[in-house]
């Protein structure tokens, strides 16, 4: 090959691409250059293609300042790896993108389009001009996804028999390292889309769920609150730990009198002035509580601080109190209660109170570790996925993994189209494509060949990744999906002992699965024309 490439790991463990030449060397022009990219994309996807489905490999990867994560996600995989070549950045934002629309697959695009490119490179080898092969390529997707139209079903569920939807984000969580719990963690996925869905505009805004984490407990022990979590307690300990019908003044104002500004020079040479002073002060005080109390509210909610004299006053006058409450969470507590922030203490008026049904602080087991949870909220499409976990690093992936069962309820919502998973929608198309090949004339009919032959990579990894022979598998299942002209064969993939996806309950949506090919082809296209590469000659 004309460049050799290699995987390395950096000191911090983080895989990168070398490519060996690029020193000596600052322009590439023709078939060169086509060639180098390719090399560069196929590295990206080989890294990725061992994570592909349920038995795929979880990678590890270190940041610089030592922080661990592991993963099976290949968006994330990609965003954490250091990549220094142009190409291998686009095969990043190809994972991107999908991540991006759709939420699901990041991994499958990027197989795909490792896929494509190796037989791009091929059909190069052959003469094949890569004006053509795009083009070539470009027909073929086209006809596969409208070929994915045709085998879809589809998908139905209702508000009270939510199984349906609960099984498929169940699909996708069984390829992520969270997978001991995807019952409970797709219902929670679920309940949670439900909740804040528009059912008839068939829209979802998952910014109104919120996913909270904080190490401690179980896995097991993640929960859906309707409403918010805010990882504060209440600023003294006898204050309630529960408040019905709370009207609450959310501030951002400074909840304390004001601090005399160090340049006016205050006499206090008296112990008399010291106390009218101080008495001033805890009047002052005195006077915003009473205003608060005034207006109607039952509990402060504040970005600022106070001291520990102010809380033992708010505590005596009954008035609740929660401080050093971040910015993000008071928008997001005002607009789950309906009330507004209010920045300057004089524009406390009782209508820009927040209200909820209940507040309250939740401790767990025997630490010292309080929550408060505000619920039933005015706003009632605010949801907060709470998830517990050993460590950070367990959390985070299942943020990640939780944020792929969103997606995909959502994108079930908003379409509720499926083709079955295992491979075997890729299957379907590539006899298909290659069916079709048969009737297009000229040099595209071999790019189109070839893009069949790529789409047979998807069950060609999942075979790889669990074990089995990869070639004598795909042949085995596309030759029952022929002599059946059932579209729902693909790999058994945990060894359950039937290849019907469709009785394994494995699918994706139609709209991800599209995407997919959509956008790998888009990508793989781009590489292809790219004719001249310059580098800076002292890289
Ligand atoms: P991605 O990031 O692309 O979603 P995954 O690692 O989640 O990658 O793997 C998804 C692939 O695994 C899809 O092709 C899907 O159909 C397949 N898959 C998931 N679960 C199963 C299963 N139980 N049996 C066979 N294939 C499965």
């Known amino acids: 090959s004309l ?62 300042d030592g922080e661990v994560t592991i993963t099976n996600d290949g968006a994330t995989i990609l965003e954490q790896m250091d990549v220094d070549n142009q190409i291998a950045k686009l095969m990043v934002e190809l994972s991107r993108s999908q991540d991006y629309e759709i939420g699901d697959g990041t991994t499958g695009v990027v197989v795909m389009a490792g896929a494509l490119l190796e037989q791009a490179e091929r059909l190069l080898e052959c003469g094949i001009h890569p004006i053509r092969i795009a083009e070539g390529y470009e027909m073929a997707s ?32 069984s390829s992520k390292i969270v997978n001991r719990c995807k019952r409970s963690l797709a219902e929670i996925a679920v309940k949670a889309v439900l909740a804040v869905a528009d059912l008839d505009r068939k829209d979802v805004n998952l910014d109104l769920i919120k996913v909270e984490g904080k190490v401690g407990g179980k896995l097991e022990d993640t929960e859906l609150v309707y409403g918010i ?13 529960r408040i019905e019908n709370a009207k609450i003044a959310i501030l951002t104002c400074p909840f304390e009198p004001p601090k005399p500004k160090t340049k006016h ?4 040479d008296t112990v008399e002035k010291f106390q009218t002073l101080r008495k001033q002060e805890q009047q002052y005080f005195d006077d915003m509580v009473q205003r608060c109390k005034d207006v109607g509210a039952t509990l402060v909610i504040c970005q600022w601080g106070f001291d520990d004299e102010a809380n033992h006053l708010l505590m005596n006058r009954g008035l609740p109190a929660v401080r050093w409450v971040g910015g993000v969470e008071l928008e997001l507590i005002a607009i789950a209660t309906g009330g507004r922030i209010v920045p300057r203490f004089q524009e406390l008026t009782p209508e820009k109170l927040g209200k909820a049904g209940i507040v309250r602080e939740k401790s767990f087991g025997t630490t010292k570790d309080r929550m408060l949870y505000i619920e039933q909220c005015a706003n009632s499409r605010a949801v907060t996925i709470f998830i517990r976990g050993g ?32 491979g075997s929608a890729e299957i379907s198309c590539s006899i298909a494509v290659e069916a079709a090949a048969d009737r297009i004339p000229g040099v595209e009919q071999y790019a189109i060949r070839a893009f069949a032959d790529a789409l047979d990579s998807i069950p060609m990894a999942l075979a790889e990744n669990s074990g089995l022979q990869p070639i004598e598998t795909l042949t085995a299942v596309k030759s029952q999906q022929v002599k059946e002209g ?32 959509l956008l790998a082809t888009q990508v793989v296209k781009m590489i292809l024309k790219i004719d001249d590469v310059i580098s800076p000659a002292d890289y």
């Open 3 to 64: 460049l050799s490439m290699a995987l390395a790991f950096d000191e911090y463990g983080r895989p990168f691409i070398i490519l060996k030449e690029q020193e000596q060397m600052n322009r590439l022009r023709g078939l060169d250059a086509q060639k180098a990219n390719i090399s560069a994309g196929k590295a990206v996807a080989r890294i990725l293609r061992t994570s592909l489905g349920p038995k795929g490999m979880d990678k590890m990867l270190q940041s610089p």
């Open 142 to 173: 086209r006809m596969a996804v409208d070929h994915l139209e045709k085998i879809s079903k589809t998908f139905e569920f209702s508000l009270t028999n939510i199984e349906s939807l609960v099984q498929t984000c169940m699909t996708t969580l």
């Open 229 to 241: 979590t805010v990882d504060k307690d209440m600023s003294h300990p006898q204050m309630p730990k």
């Open 265 to 268: 020079k205050v006499d206090i």
């Open 391 to 422: 460590n950070k690093m367990m959390i985070e992936e299942t943020k990640r993994s939780l944020h792929d069962a969103l997606c995909v309820a959502r994108n079930l919502i908003r379409n509720n189209s499926i083709v079955y998973g295992g």
């Open 486 to 517: 059932n579209p729902h064969y693909g790999i058994d993939c945990n060894d359950i002992g039937t290849n019907d996806m469709l009785q394994q309950d494995v699918f994706e949506t139609l709209i991800g699965k599209q995407q997919q090919i």
